[in-house]
């Protein structure tokens, strides 16, 4: 999970032109436990014939997937894709900001979504079909069936061993959410009850590092979570920052980002391993941080749904 945050620009850092988790979702569970059923939606681009084009311009007057605006040339970079016809991407549900839906069939913006989109329409594809799927099973290379994966994932060493990742594409550090009002810092964090993710990079951190007086409790997912910090089982709940600021803007006010922990840990496209695409998405996703189309998707869907200026949440020391 993660962002470096640190001393860039809020824009700059939502869109990291040569650097880049999610770690979420609902009721305990095992942490090795298999996806359930995918849901999935399949969004079609309207017909267009080939367009001139310069950098971060847009494509065909009318081009979009979802509510998406299209950059740059349609199929400059083409692929051969698991479906057909289609650039199949899972994910892992809620993502605010990031997939602007909590169904498949009911996102048609967000981040992610609409970065995913122009991959698939700078590789000459019209169609993307959304999987969800279980955060555990995504991570452990254990889902089937698709291009790569776009949720919020932390690039780790240990993950290398069971998929592979793109270039990496944002930033991140790992956040502390809690109710608003609370009297918690870096000092008596260390005795606050503490929820995490399982099979997450916030989750290994709080163990590994911050390791507080009582072990953390864990979620399944981050609905699960957040709905026991709401209730009062929790104290805090730290995911990555990008997340928590999410889930605080959402809130009306009963959430609140008291600081962050700086890890330096980036997001990336997750691809089956072996996959013979990376190379050519790996092509297109630098391209849009080259000509500013991921910039311009943070602006337009990341600062608004967070109301916060990341660089202004206080880092705190473990």
Not at 131 to 141: Q, S
Not at 176 to 189: H, N, P, Q, Y
């Amino acid at each position: 999970m993660k962002l470096r945050l640190a001393a860039v620009g809020l824009l700059t850092m939502l869109a990291v032109a040569g650097c880049g988790k999610k770690e979420e979702q609902a009721a305990d569970q095992n942490a090795a436990a298999t996806a359930p059923a995918a849901s999935n939606t399949t969004t079609t681009a309207p017909a267009t014939t080939d367009t001139q084009q310069a950098a971060a311009t847009p494509a065909a007057s009318g081009d979009k997937i979802g509510n998406c605006d299209l950059t740059g040339k349609k199929g400059e970079t083409p692929i051969t894709p698991a479906v057909a016809g289609q650039l199949t991407v899972e994910t892992n549900l809620p993502g605010p900001g990031w997939y602007n839906g909590d169904t498949p069939e009911s996102i048609k913006d967000g981040y992610e979504y609409c970065f995913a989109a122009n991959i698939a329409h700078r590789a000459g594809l019209d169609n993307l079909k959304v999987v969800n799927v279980a955060w555990d099973a995504l991570v452990a290379g254990q889902t089937k069936d698709f291009d790569f994966a776009l949720s919020q994932i932390s690039i780790t060493d240990e993950r290398k061993k069971v998929v592979d990742f793109s270039v990496p594409y944002f930033s991140s550090d790992i956040g502390v959410l809690a109710k608003k009002g609370a009297t918690i810092d870096e000092t008596s964090i260390k005795k606050a009850k503490i929820g995490v993710q399982q099979a997450t990079t916030g989750a290994d951190f709080v163990a590994n590092t911050l390791k507080p007086e009582t072990p953390a409790k864990v979620f399944p997912d981050t609905p699960s979570m957040f709905t026991a910090l709401q209730a009062g089982q929790v104290d805090v709940a730290m995911t990555d920052t990008s997340i928590v600021l999410a889930q605080a803007g959402q809130s009306n006010g009963t959430f609140a980002v008291l600081g962050q922990y700086a890890t330096g840990e980036t997001y990336g496209a997750l691809y089956p391993k072996g996959s013979a695409n990376e190379d050519n998405i790996n092509k297109i996703i630098k391209a849009l941080q080259d000509d500013g189309t991921l910039k311009a998707l943070a602006a337009k869907y990341l600062a608004a749904a967070w109301g916060t200026d990341p660089t202004a949440i206080p880092y705190f020391k473990p």
